[in-house]
């Protein structure tokens, strides 16, 4: 640690380079917190966990007894044993007795992404309600045809207000909170979508995953889907980086051609339009144009749904995006996590170890920020796995039931789970009791002399 400070007061280490280095040190000391407790007014599976993506301040967790409760993981209300554990009791809680609180179990509960005045519940009674914060009211309700699995919205749309939902239904729905209706559908899939996510490089797209196994990459502006992962599709470990030098002569060498394209178009159509009497192309004299292919008349959106690849032997049960947007972490009901080429579309295969996975709804995956781990429910326990090795870096055990959910707040490098057993953990950086005792409150003192 030392030899770091140093390091960094010597400029040897760039300040960047220097926090990722403290954060992953941090992160490999994970451990159940000995300070820190939440307690849960849940009576059900906790089946969902955000914290705020503007302050990293707020927790938000939905169950199956059809409550959300919100909590504040910066502020205690209030300690035990002698001030040394902090109790975080939810400051704000709906459940069914609320006369507009779900039916149903509550299956996906987010924040929306630039404000902590709205969250956004999605539950098995085939509704979608957006909640004002403050009065605890529904302010917008979408009616869904089916049990909704997985909620979604973009943190850096800037031009749509879109909530994309996964629900039993085959099709992908985009609920609009500006005009309070549905702005379209995304028709592929063959069954019902288990889990969505937007893409962290592009506000327009969209990755859907579902429980017939495939994967599908929409860009919202336009019809079909426009790729769609296969397990055989692959390439060995990551995309190499392109250097900075071949990245420049490759930039001018595209100008270049791009430049004695333009030089050489311009004559080839006005010879054209010269042959002819006017721009288009005509086909000779007592020859019918060959008609395309069936694949190649039909509708993108339709052709999409021709094709059948697979990215996983059953459901697509999680998905996760890298920071960057570069890569996409998926698990499905096959027991299996893949690491995927967002560029290339291929499966990079990274051999995570065995592992066992739900395979009866979705679970939710976290990253660190690097991304250097990915976070997994297993069962009853919690593993963190190298994104680029596939090896198991850390084992978090402290539910006795099966784990659900998990989220990694990036604020106070902590990891929050939720599982069957009603219970949200939360795990801290190491942090010795003697320390804070020692601590204390600071004395205004001086150390003058007589």
């Known amino acids: 640690m030392w030899k770091k400070i140093g390091d960094r007061e010597a400029g040897i280490l760039r300040p960047k380079s220097f926090a990722n280095r403290i954060k992953s040190n941090r992160i490999r000391t994970l451990q159940l917190s000995n300070h820190k407790d939440i307690v849960s007014p849940h009576r059900g599976s906790i089946n969902s966990l955000q914290v705020d993506l503007t302050e990293g301040r707020y927790l938000l967790s939905g169950a199956s007894d059809a409550s959300v409760a919100v909590y504040d993981v910066q502020r205690a209300t209030d300690y035990e044993g002698g001030g040394?554990?902090?109790?975080?009791?939810?400051?704000?809680?709906?459940?069914?007795?609320?006369?507009?609180?779900?039916?149903?179990?509550?299956?996906?509960?987010?924040?929306?992404?630039?404000?902590?005045?709205l969250f956004i519940t999605g539950s098995y009674d085939h509704h979608i309600n957006v909640w004002d914060t403050n009065t605890t009211q529904v302010v917008m309700n979408f009616k869904m045809p089916g049990k909704v699995y997985r909620t979604a919205m973009s943190s850096l749309a800037t031009s749509h207000m879109l909530i994309a939902a996964g629900t039993e239904d085959v099709q992908?729905?985009?609920?609009?909170?500006?005009?309070?209706?549905?702005?379209?559908?995304?028709?592929?899939?063959?069954?019902?979508?288990?889990?969505?996510?937007?893409?962290?490089s592009s506000?327009?797209?969209?990755?859907?995953?579902?429980?017939?196994?495939?994967?599908?990459?929409?860009?919202i502006r336009r019809a079909g889907c426009f790729l769609l992962l296969d397990q055989s599709h692959s390439q060995l470990g990551r995309r190499p980086t392109i250097p900075e030098h071949s990245a420049t002569n490759k930039a001018l060498t595209s100008k270049s051609l791009s430049a004695g394209q333009n030089l050489y178009a311009k004559p080839r159509a006005q010879q054209r339009k010269l042959a002819n009497g006017n721009g288009t192309k005509q086909s000779p004299v007592g020859r019918m144009p060959a008609k395309g292919s069936l694949r190649q008349r039909l509708h993108p959106g339709m052709l999409s749904s021709l094709d059948r690849a697979t990215a996983h032997y059953g459901a697509v049960t999680g998905l996760k995006a890298t920071e960057d947007g570069m890569y996409l972490l998926s698990a499905g009901s096959d027991s299996r996590l893949r690491l995927w080429d967002v560029e290339s579309g291929c499966n990079t295969l990274v051999n995570f170890e065995t592992v066992r996975l739900q395979a009866s709804k979705p679970i939710q995956l976290a990253t660190s920020q690097d991304p250097a781990l990915v976070f997994v429910p297993c069962m009853t326990a919690v593993k963190a796995f190298d994104v680029w090795s596939g090896k198991t870096s850390l084992t978090f055990r402290g539910h006795y039931e099966h784990v659900n959910s998990c989220w990694f707040n990036l604020h106070e490098q902590e990891l929050y789970t939720g599982g069957n057993d009603r219970q949200i953990l939360v795990w801290s950086p190491s942090r010795l009791i003697a320390d804070e005792v020692e601590e204390g409150p600071a004395q205004d003192q001086d150390n003058w002399s007589d």
């Open 84 to 117: 040394l554990i902090a109790k975080h009791k939810c400051i704000l809680v709906v459940d069914k007795q609320h006369e507009q609180g779900h039916k149903y179990a509550i299956s996906s509960a987010i924040w929306y992404p630039v404000d902590t005045g």
């Open 172 to 200: 992908v729905r985009l609920c609009d909170i500006a005009s309070g209706a549905f702005a379209h559908t995304l028709s592929g899939h063959r069954d019902g979508v288990m889990t969505v996510e937007w893409s962290t």
């Open 203 to 219: 506000e327009w797209v969209l990755v859907t995953g579902g429980c017939d196994g495939a994967i599908r990459f929409w860009d």
